[in-house]
Every structure is written in structure tokens, then in C-alpha cells.
């Protein structure tokens, strides 16, 4: 299957590491294990295949973030949760509805599979949020799947409940599949942490979460899709091709980071205040640059007001300064940068890269 260069992905192997300020991350300071609170169990777990779609006791704490109890299936990652979400619905020839800007993934791999895929433009005078009657019309009775991802990376938006309520009524009128990235949920900044889920108000409704964001543990490589018994059956079925089970340490170390997530939940806000707190002043006093402050997730996007196509923009910057910003262009929204906002050292990078504005 030939499919497009995943732009984000190949532009951070190539300068993430090399960078003296990462403001390219999307993850909040990730935890060790000696911060989670395992106890000896974990000298007992044994490491078999284990339980091959994920441990009952995980699948209980995954559930314990939705409204209802949800049929799971335990993935490699939300990486890989997309993907079997995509395989196990998706042939050549179906209409796919993605709104960008996005992870890639979610407009890539349908084109890979040969879908026609339609790409709905977020706004800034939006706010970056859907026009309700602007998306009713791009999805029509041939459209098989709606992409979203909310809270959205990288523009900080949160889609409201009420809207989340009107997006799965239109695709309820022309009997779409929603698949909801829901791997920034719980990061919200106003109002309760956890959005609704759209697993839990609309049937044909597919969340993808996953341990890598809210919960700081990316290297755990856990995702999960919580939907439909015969959409998680199907995709069990391409799973087989793809996963056989998770590690069983990362099953077990999941599951204990999930039934005590509060803590991590008020270490993570600690962070993501203190960083809107730094980029609300950077912003204040820096001139030419617009930003909409972010709702929920960790990453926003900035216009940064010089025209210059946004990699080589990063590129000068990073070569010049060590701080590293990714390019809008690798998200299709070229003029803009995305900035992590939970990035350690946020301050003083804010602080060069004012500098380097208005040099
Ligand atoms: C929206 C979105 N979906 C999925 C992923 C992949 O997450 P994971 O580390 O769980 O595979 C990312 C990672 O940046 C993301 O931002």
C-alpha cells in the first residue's frame, strides 16, 4: 500500500532531537515508573500474551472514563488504534470526511485505501471550531466516516457538548460512523476536564484514547477504541494481523496509572496552567504574532506575521536559536507554527523566539 510521507512525523526524527528548546512536543512531561504506584503485583505479572485484546481489569479502567460501558479493544498506541479503526471499515471507493487541521493519519490512510476523501477547514475566526452548517453540507449520504479529533491538536480547541450533540445529529441523518481522536480528553482548561465522548452520545460513534497525553505515559505505546460490539469485533479480526496482545507490563502499569489518575491529572494541570500563564504574557507583549488561546490539549497555533513559508521559517529559527517549533506546513496550515505549550523551558524559548521576531 503506497501511502503519503507523514509530514509531522518525519519533520520531528529529523530536528526533534537536535533541539536545545523542544516546543514541538505534544506530551506533558512524561512520568517514570518510579512515580506510578505499582506495587509488588508487577513481580507476579507474568509475561505471556496475557489476555489478548487488553486485561479485563484494564478494559474496567478504561470504561471508568466513559458515561457507559463501552466494548474495548487495547491497541499499539492510538497510532495503531487509528489505523485499525481505518482498515477494519474503510474500501477503496468510500467517502471519508476529515476535519484538519489534524493528526495525519486521519486523511492519509483513507487515501491510502483509495477513499475519496473531502477535507473540512477549521477557521480561525471559528475559533477553530466546525460551522455546523457548513459541515452539514460537506457530509452527504456518500459519506461513510467523519474524522475529528477533540480536544484538537495542534489548535487547543475544544468542540462544545452541545455541538459534539449537533455534529453526531447530522451524521445521524446520513448514517455516518464518527471517529472521535479523543487522545487530549481530559485536558480541558475550562469547564470539567473530560469532554463528552462521542462513544457515549452517538452509536455509530468510535473513540480512540490512548495513555500518551492525558495520562504522560507515551513510552507505555497503550490505545485503546471504545465503540460498537461488531465494529470492535471486526477490527479484533484485523488486529490479529497486527497486534496479538500488548506487553503485559504495559498492560499492567496502564491499569494502575487509570485507577489513580487523579494525581497525574493534578501534576498535568500544574503544567498546563503554569505554561498558558507564560504564553497569555509572551503573547501580550510580543507584537505581530496572533494566537487564539487553547481550550484543552497542550499544543496551539500561532500566525507567526512574517511571509515566509513555515519550514524554512522553523528551519532558520532552529538553526539559529536551538528552538524548535513545528512548521504549519506539515499540518497543511501553512503562516502558522505550533508551540507545546506543557514544553519544559517554554519561558525562555518564548523569550528567544520574541527575540527572533522582531530582530
Ligand atoms: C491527535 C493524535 N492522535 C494520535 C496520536 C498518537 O498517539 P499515541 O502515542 O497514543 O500513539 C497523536 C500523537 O501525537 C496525536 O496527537
Not at 466546525?130 to 468542540?159: A, H, M, R, W, Y
Not at 494525581?263 to 498535568?268: G, H, K, L, Y
Request: charged letters at 20%; hydrophobic letters at 35%; a negative charge.
Amino acid at each position: 500500500m503506497r501511502i503519503a510521507d507523514f509530514k509531522i512525523e518525519e519533520w520531528m526524527n529529523k530536528y526533534e532531537a537536535g533541539a536545545k528548546y523542544d516546543l514541538t512536543t505534544t506530551c506533558i512531561s512524561p512520568l517514570s515508573i518510579n512515580e506510578l504506584p505499582y506495587s509488588d503485583e508487577i513481580f507476579n505479572v507474568k509475561l505471556g500474551y496475557g489476555d489478548i485484546t487488553g486485561s479485563s481489569r484494564l478494559k474496567s479502567a478504561i470504561n471508568s472514563l466513559y458515561e457507559k460501558e463501552h466494548n474495548i479493544t487495547v491497541t499499539h498506541g492510538a497510532i495503531g488504534a487509528n489505523q485499525l479503526v481505518f482498515l477494519s471499515l474503510l474500501e477503496k471507493g468510500d467517502e471519508v470526511v476529515s476535519i484538519v487541521p489534524t493528526y495525519q493519519q486521519h486523511y492519509s490512510i483513507p487515501e491510502a485505501i483509495g477513499c475519496s476523501v473531502k477535507l473540512y477547514f477549521l477557521k480561525e475566526e471559528n475559533n477553530w471550531l466546525p460551522d455546523l452548517e457548513e459541515l452539514d453540507k460537506v457530509i452527504t449520504s456518500k459519506t461513510k466516516l467523519l474524522c475529528l479529533n477533540n480536544p484538537n491538536n495542534p489548535t487547543g480547541s475544544v468542540i462544545p457538548d452541545w455541538m459534539l450533540e449537533k455534529i453526531a445529529e447530522i451524521a445521524g441523518q446520513k448514517n455516518v460512523w464518527i471517529l472521535s481522536d479523543e487522545v487530549y480528553r481530559g485536558l480541558n482548561l475550562i469547564g470539567k476536564p473530560y469532554s463528552k465522548s462521542i462513544a457515549d452520545i452517538y452509536p455509530k460513534g468510535i473513540s480512540v484514547g490512548s495513555m500518551s497525553k492525558t495520562y504522560s505515559l507515551p513510552g507505555l505505546r497503550v490505545g485503546w477504541v471504545a465503540g460498537r460490539g461488531d465494529l470492535i469485533n471486526e477490527i479484533n479480526h484485523q488486529r490479529q494481523y497486527n497486534t496479538i496482545s500488548i506487553s503485559a507490563l504495559d498492560d499492567y502499569f496502564s491499569t494502575v496509572a487509570l485507577e489513580n489518575r487523579d494525581f497525574i491529572a493534578q501534576r498535568n494541570f500544574k503544567i498546563m496552567n503554569e505554561g498558558i500563564g507564560i504564553l497569555k504574557e509572551w503573547l501580550d507583549k510580543t507584537p505581530r504574532v496572533r494566537c487564539i488561546l487553547p481550550k484543552g490539549g497542550t499544543t496551539v497555533l500561532l500566525n507567526y506575521g512574517l511571509n515566509i513559508p513555515s519550514r524554512e521559517f522553523c528551519k532558520n529559527l532552529q538553526a539559529k536559536t536551538g528552538v524548535a517549533l513545528l512548521p504549519g506546513e506539515t499540518m497543511e496550515m501553512e503562516g502558522y507554527v505550533r508551540i507545546g505549550f506543557c514544553a519544559e523551558n517554554l519561558k525562555t524559548a518564548l523569550e528567544i523566539l520574541g527575540n527572533y521576531l522582531i530582530r
